[in-house]
């Protein structure tokens, strides 16, 4: 009885090493599947994201071509505007000109 006790004491500890190995290497190869799951989730995000930023770049670059449209289009109109403005008070200034110049000097 002495020498079963001892043999399943023995089958004891090598079912015991054989779990724990068997345990480690199960760690192991779940760890091994997480790694290889964080890494695919992590490309995915990176290549949606640069999709995101890609869209987004395109949206704002059309609204700021479309706003600097509008602004050169109100420039070039204020442009006309004090243009037209000049050519009609040009006769004007001049005339007010002369008039403040024989005011001034013309007399002496």
């Given at each position: 009885m002495n020498r079963e006790a001892i043999n399943y004491v023995k089958e004891a500890e090598a079912r015991a090493s054989q779990l724990r190995k068997d345990a480690d290497d199960?760690?192991?190869?779940?760890?091994?599947?997480?790694?290889?799951?964080?890494?695919?989730?992590?490309?995915?995000?990176?290549?949606?994201?640069?999709?995101?930023?890609?869209?987004?770049?395109?949206?704002?670059?059309?609204?700021?071509?479309?706003?600097?449209?509008?602004?050169?289009?109100?420039?070039?109109?204020?442009?006309?505007?004090?243009e037209q403005a000049y050519q009609e008070n040009k006769q004007a200034l001049a005339n007010r000109i002369a008039e403040e110049v024989v005011r001034r000097y013309g007399n002496r």
């Open positions: 199960e760690i192991k190869q779940i760890e091994l599947e997480t790694a290889e799951t964080i890494e695919s989730i992590q490309s995915k995000l990176e290549a949606e994201l640069s999709e995101y930023e890609s869209e987004q770049q395109q949206i704002f670059s059309a609204k700021l071509d479309k706003d600097q449209a509008e602004m050169d289009e109100s420039a070039d109109r204020e442009a006309e505007r004090f």
